[in-house]
């Protein structure tokens, strides 16, 4: 019998032992289960805390984005404005370089005109002093003083006249080129382009060396326009910048041809 309940009571022992066994091992397990809930909620705090920062950041690199278009748009207005400045004021200066070039290279005589400039500048004071002056130089240079200064007094028809007598007894010299190209101008004064554009021509072919060549080309250029003929103006004007580009009368002959455009 006593063995008996030593049994009965070595079983219970060992089942009261197992049943403390798997409280342990439940409460390890729970305590386990708790650290991971932690965790778990320390990573979703974690990742919660990552997309608040992640939209902030796109935030910022959209405003940053619209801030640079914007900056984009600026500068391409400010530089289509400076631009428009830029041909505003060019083209400003080209009409007046035209102005001022028209004036001093067409109205005057040239660096081989000086001579006879001299003259004419010398003896305005009185017509009657003016030719007493004018006949004490040779001959050739009194004859194209007294005709160009006909063409400065407007009457363009005495001075063709006066001009085409001097190329007769003088077509070689260092005025005849000129004088040809002041026949031109006569025609072009008188508004008879067409005139004006043949003579012009001559100065071309005839003295191809002179200094009034590039003027004259101009002119034609210049005639054509008159005319109505853009696109031959165009031609002659583009030849003027193409065969002197350095010149005064290649800023005149760009002036103009943004103006027939």
């Known amino acids: 019998m006593k063995r008996v309940e030593k049994e009965i009571g070595q079983k219970v022992s060992a089942q009261v032992n197992d049943i403390e066994a798997l409280k342990q091992e439940n409460a390890a397990l729970r305590k386990a289960l708790d650290d991971n809930e932690e965790a778990i909620a320390a990573l979703r705090k974690t990742r919660a805390e990552n997309n608040a920062d992640m939209t902030g950041l796109k935030d910022r690199i959209q405003k940053l984005t619209g801030r640079t278009e914007e900056l984009q748009k ?86 063709r006249t006066e001009f085409e007598n001097f190329l007769k007894l003088h077509p070689r010299t260092e005025y005849s080129g000129n004088a040809q190209f002041w026949i031109g101008e006569c025609y072009y004064h008188e508004r008879q382009y067409e005139k004006a554009i043949l003579e012009y021509e001559k100065v071309v072919t005839n003295f191809p060396e002179g200094n009034k060549v590039p003027y004259a080309l101009l002119k034609q250029g210049l005639s054509f326009e008159q005319l109505g003929d853009k696109a031959s103006a165009r031609l002659f004007l583009q030849q003027v910048i193409r065969d002197y580009p350095n010149t005064n009368q290649a800023g005149v002959a760009r002036s103009k041809l943004l103006e027939i455009k």
């Open 74 to 159: 600026d500068f391409k207005a400010l530089r289509k404005t400076t631009l428009g400045r830029e041909e505003d004021m060019a083209e400003k200066l080209n009409q007046a370089a035209f102005k001022i070039n028209f004036i001093e290279n067409f109205l005057g005589i040239g660096k081989k005109d000086a001579p006879a400039e001299a003259a004419e500048k010398g003896n305005r004071a009185a017509n009657g002093r003016q030719k007493d002056a004018l006949n004490e130089k040779p001959e050739r240079e009194s004859l194209y003083a007294a005709a160009y200064e006909t063409f400065k007094e407007g009457n363009y028809d005495k001075a």
